[in-house]
C-alpha cells in the first residue's frame, strides 16, 4: 500500500509550478504577511488558500464565516470563489488585522461580500446563531487560537447547514500534538479535539496530512 510521500523542498516547488494559481494581489499579501512577527507561523500557505477557494466552490457556498481573520489571505481566497451575492463573515479579535487586509481585498474587487465583526470569536459565534439562526452557513472556517477550538467546534456544528462543510486549521499543530511532554492549553486543547472528532458520529471526517494538518467535517 502506497505510504505519504515524503515532500522535499524541490518535490513541493514542482508540486506548486504545476497547481499553484497565484497572481500579484495573492502573492503581495503573503510577503506582507512574512515580514510581521509570527508572520510565518500564522500565515496559511498558498496551497491551503487555494484549497480553500475549490471547497468553497464545490459546497457551492453563498454564505461563509471564518473565525480568525489574521491579514485577510484566507479570507481573500474564499471570498473570490463566491457567487455573486455571496457573503463571508470574517471574526477577529483585533481590527488591525483586517486593516491590513482591506486594501488588498479592495484591489481584488470583493470588499462588498466581506462583513469584519471584532470581538471575542465565541460571543460573535453566539451572536450569528442567535442573529441568523442554525444552519445558515455553508463553510465555516476556524483558524484562531487553538484553546478555544472546541467552542468554536460546537458554535459550528450549529451554525453550518447539514451537507455543510466546517474546515479546522493546524489540527497537527506544528506536530505538538504527538509530544507527550506537552500539556499548554492550546496543545491540549487541539489534541483533545482531535480525539473527540473521532466519535462524533455528526459529521462525516477527514483529515488531510498537509500544511499543519486540515480537518473536514461534513455535517451530516
Known amino acids: 500500500m502506497a505510504q505519504q510521500t515524503e515532500f522535499s523542498p524541490a518535490l513541493l516547488d514542482y508540486v506548486r509550478a504545476v ?3 497565484d497572481d500579484d494581489i495573492l502573492k503581495e499579501l503573503r510577503q506582507e504577511t512574512l515580514d510581521l512577527p509570527m508572520g510565518q507561523a500564522m500565515q496559511i500557505m498558498a496551497e491551503e488558500g487555494q484549497l480553500l477557494a475549490l471547497l468553497v466552490a464545490l459546497t457551492q457556498a453563498k454564505m461563509v464565516v471564518e473565525v480568525g481573520t489574521f491579514t485577510g489571505y484566507s479570507t481573500l481566497c474564499m471570498a473570490r470563489a463566491l457567487p455573486p451575492g455571496g457573503r463571508l463573515i470574517t471574526l ?9 487586509a482591506a486594501p488588498y481585498w479592495d484591489r481584488a474587487g470583493v470588499s462588498d461580500r ?18 441568523n439562526g442554525p444552519g445558515t452557513v455553508d463553510l465555516l472556517f476556524v483558524d484562531a487560537d487553538k484553546a478555544s477550538y472546541r467552542a468554536y467546534y460546537e458554535h459550528a456544528v450549529r451554525l453550518v447547514r447539514p451537507g455543510g462543510l466546517i474546515v479546522l486549521d493546524n489540527t497537527v499543530f506544528f506536530g505538538r500534538v504527538i509530544d507527550e511532554d506537552l500539556h499548554d492549553a492550546d496543545t491540549v486543547a487541539v489534541r483533545e479535539l482531535n480525539e473527540f472528532l473521532l466519535n462524533d458520529d455528526r459529521v462525516e471526517l477527514a483529515m488531510l496530512p498537509m500544511a499543519d494538518g486540515i480537518t473536514l467535517a461534513r455535517k451530516k
Open 92 to 100: 477577529d479579535i483585533s481590527e488591525k488585522w483586517p486593516m491590513i
Open 114 to 131: 466581506i462583513e469584519v465583526r471584532v470581538g471575542m470569536a465565541d460571543h460573535l459565534l453566539a451572536d450569528l446563531v442567535a442573529q
Open 19 to 21: 497547481s499553484l494559481r
